[in-house]
């Protein structure tokens, strides 16, 4: 029955998700009077559609993804000889829009990922009623049987320097260390205070298969502090902030090949959101608001088959005074899209192997 909830749950976001970005270029679309043939959640077979005075609003069977259909898209899904974009005129076309209009049409749909995150941050953080200081990465009790254990780690010990042989690390809080962890999961050797003393430890981070996160098998101890409600403006978006930065951490070592076993895809996100659902509705709706900021983040790269790289495509033009071969642009996208199903496929792939 969990496992029905959690499907439900994970499409319901993705869903809500999708909608939020489409109806984001959908509405800028409009306003600057860009004729719009289609509004769609989801891709492939149509289940639903229903005609509105200008745009067909329609659900498609595969719940991943959505588009709006804009005449006048330079991405290779239209065809000058379609019927329908015969009957538009120039002015209500994307492409003959200035520059920055169009800018704003591909950029909207990001800004309404990023404000659905922040209204829930702030929401989680108005009602949660306090805030949890980030703990130091000092031992306040060994798991059994965990490396930590093995190394000798007792509470009280505070680790102040970790290394792999690479790379180093002097972390400020638990949450830095266990970033660093993820990438950097061999053989450490940890600086750690004991009373008056600096140890040298060496030990072996171990894969958490639950949490699919590296650990050492310690908890720190976090201390919580009552704020009234409004400074859940402050925290909500204070939250958001770092959690941008931890994902363009996270995408940086992507571009530098490392933590590629740690990528996931709807599978992944789906056990995810499983497990977040039965921890209840605050634990849902953080994993909601993370992966809307995700998705925006994401679609505002400089790929040519996001938003992003749409834009520096525009950008590229303004600055050249000139336009771009309209064919190179859409073999372009199209090459984009197959690198990024590729990465889709070897996502899906880390997230079957790690079910079994």
Known sequence: MQL???????????????????????????????????????MGPLLYARQGKETQFSIRAIPFGGYVMMAGEEDGSQDEEDDWLK????????????????????????????????VLFVGLSMTQGYVVEEPIAQVYEVVEGSPAQEAGLQPGDTIVKAADGEDTIEPETQYDF??????????????????????TVPITPQLDEESNTYTLGY?????????????????????????????????????QG????????????AQVTTQATSMGLRSYLSLFALISLNIGIFNILPIPAMDGGRILILLLEKLFRRKINTKIVENIIVASFVLLIGLFVFATYNDIIRLF
């Open 4 to 42: 029905v909830i959690g499907l439900i749950a994970f499409f319901f976001m993705l869903s809500v998700i999708v909608l939020i970005h489409e109806l984001g270029h959908f509405m800028v679309a409009r306003h600057f009077g860009v004729f719009c043939k289609e509004f769609s959640i989801g």
């Open 87 to 118: 009957n538009v005129p120039d002015e209500k076309r994307l492409n003959h829009k200035p520059c920055w209009q169009q800018i704003l049409v591909m950029v909207a749909g990001v800004c309404m990922n990023v404000v659905l995150a922040w």
């Open 178 to 199: 266990l970033e660093w962890l993820q990438y950097h999961h061999g053989n450490l050797e940890l600086s750690v205070k004991r009373d008056d003393q600096t140890l």
């Open 219 to 255: 908890v720190v101890q976090a201390y919580a502090q009552p704020i009234p409600w409004y400074q859940g403006f402050y925290y909500g978006t204070l939250d958001m902030l770092d959690s941008s930065t931890a994902i363009f951490s996270a995408l940086a070592h992507l571009i």
């Open 258 to 269: 490392e933590g590629l076993q740690n990528l996931s895809g709807p599978v992944g996100i």
